[in-house]
């Protein structure tokens, strides 16, 4: 897997289109664990009540803590989750998942077990007659070079063979010390450090042609305008789930955002 964004590819979306079957939802940064069971419970709302009858739903990213391999779909906790994923694909909601820093292991049994079609990172798609950008979005964030130099290393494919080689729970054991380590180290960066770099987005926007950017990774919620020219490029950055949990809804009439925290009943 690499991480050039001269490679990235476009995603043809003949036949679910959102002005022919209905809005296209994106939602990241879940962090589903079994030690955090509200966002675990906003899932399975979400599934069984928003996503239900939608058009396409993507998922970018950072949907688990920590995904380690595809042996782990044999976890219950995964399993129940994979099994509500399954259920969405069935009922005729087509799903993307577009992997990110916490979940890039994520691999093609769990895209049959879920029903769902695997993206890269970044991939443009045609919404509604808008070209746009996914990506899960810590690839824009240039300005944390040691956390690019760590990206860099777990995408490299012979360092995934080799993780993937050792046994289930040594895999589990280094990836619960990295995310600590991980949190030690975010004590020591500026807020800026961490966000997405602005000529990074740009590059990227230019170099691609969209005019729509969608991302993840930052827990940053909000809308962008970025003025090009005579031309207005909107990013949108999609909020985490540890505790209202929300979505972008994009259809003919453009994208908003939606959360999830009123009237779900969930405490």
């Known amino acids: 897997m690499t991480d050039r964004r001269e ?46 009858g939608a058009g396409g739903l993507f998922i970018l990213g950072d ?35 577009l992997p990110g820093n916490r979940d890039f292991l994520v691999g093609e049994d769990f895209a049959r077990a879920a029903g769902l079609t695997m993206l890269p990172d970044p991939v ?66 500026t807020p800026l450090i961490m966000d997405v770099n ?3 987005v740009l590059a990227a926007i230019h170099a691609h042609g969209v005019a729509r950017l969608i991302h993840g990774h930052t827990h940053r919620p909000a809308r962008h305008e970025i003025r090009i020219g005579e031309k207005t490029v909107e990013r949108w950055v999609l909020p985490d789930w540890y505790e209202t949990g929300g979505y972008l809804l994009c259809d003919d009439s453009g994208c908003r955002a939606l959360d999830l925290s009123l009237s779900v009943g969930l405490s």
């Open 7 to 52: 490679d990235m590819t476009t995603l043809p979306l003949s036949g679910i289109s959102g002005r022919a079957t209905g809005p296209m939802l994106f939602i990241s940064d879940l962090h589903l664990s079994p030690g955090r069971p509200r966002p675990v419970k906003l899932f399975h709302h979400f599934v069984d009540t928003v996503a239900s």
């Open 63 to 97: 949907f688990f803590e920590a995904w380690v391999g595809d042996d782990e779909l044999d976890v219950p906790f995964n399993a129940a989750i994979v099994a509500a994923l399954r259920r969405l694909a069935d009922s005729g909601t087509p799903l993307f998942f």
């Open 124 to 189: 443009t798609i045609d919404l509604s007659g808008t070209p746009t950008m996914l990506s899960h979005g810590d690839l824009f964030c240039t300005d944390d070079a040691a956390y690019q130099a760590f990206r860099s290393q777990v995408r490299n494919p012979e360092w995934q063979t080799g993780f993937l080689a050792q046994p289930l729970a040594e895999r589990q054991a280094l990836a619960k010390s990295l995310r600590e380590r991980s949190e030690r180290a975010k004590a020591d960066k």
């Open 198 to 200: 602005p000529t990074a």
